[in-house]
């Protein structure tokens, strides 16, 4: 078999150096990994706690209370299967090439929609010259028309190029 014999090292290659080396480099990966998670983790908190500190000055604590008792509810109950049914139907229904375009299609409208529920919802909101002076409905249903404009082109054109996700990947060896 020549100078390498199946399963040993080549020449220098895999030692017991290389393996303590490895071992350290991997315990300063997963130490790093900890300490930005517990940055973060205090981030998250001191912005939480300011959020507590701004909601404390709200004078309408019922308002606040609704939205946040009403927006967790109106997730679970009505959102969240409305989205599982979507997708679902999405899975069995639309032809591999279609799959990933409506996919995104469909998480851009509900981005959108919840971007737009404080600007539908409350209409006698403070005027801003130019964000509160047009018809946010028209300027929502615009702007969900140009995503499904632009769902509906990629989608040709994935199925034309035959690009359909697992076919795809099937062909390259994955």
């Known amino acids: 078999m020549g100078t390498l014999e199946r399963g040993a090292p080549p020449s220098g290659g895999w030692g017991h150096q290389s393996v303590i080396a490895t071992a350290s480099l991997r315990g300063r990966a997963i130490m790093l990994i900890m300490t930005v998670r517990i940055v ?12 507590v500190v701004l909601a404390v000055d709200v004078p309408e604590h019922g308002s606040l209370l609704a939205w ?6 109106l997730h679970d109950i009505v ?3 409305l989205v599982a049914l979507l997708g679902l139907a999405l899975a069995r229904g639309a032809g591999p090439a279609w799959r990933a ?10 981005v959108l ?5 404080p600007l539908l919802w409350r209409p006698e909101s403070p005027v801003n010259p130019g964000l509160h ?4 409905l028209a300027g929502l249903a615009v702007a969900v028309a140009v995503v ?3 769902v509906g082109v990629c989608g040709l054109w994935r199925n034309r ?4 996700g697992t076919e795809w990947m099937s062909r390259r060896g994955h």
């Open 113 to 117: 929609g919840v971007l737009a529920i």
């Open 79 to 81: 959102i969240a299967p």
């Open 40 to 51: 973060l983790a205090a981030c998250g908190l001191a912005a939480a706690g300011w959020g």
């Open 68 to 73: 946040f008792v009403s927006g967790p509810l």
């Open 133 to 136: 002076d047009r018809d946010h």
């Open 161 to 164: 190029r035959g690009r359909a």
């Open 148 to 150: 499904w404009l632009l």
């Open 101 to 110: 375009p409506a996919a995104v299609g469909a998480t851009l409208t509900g």
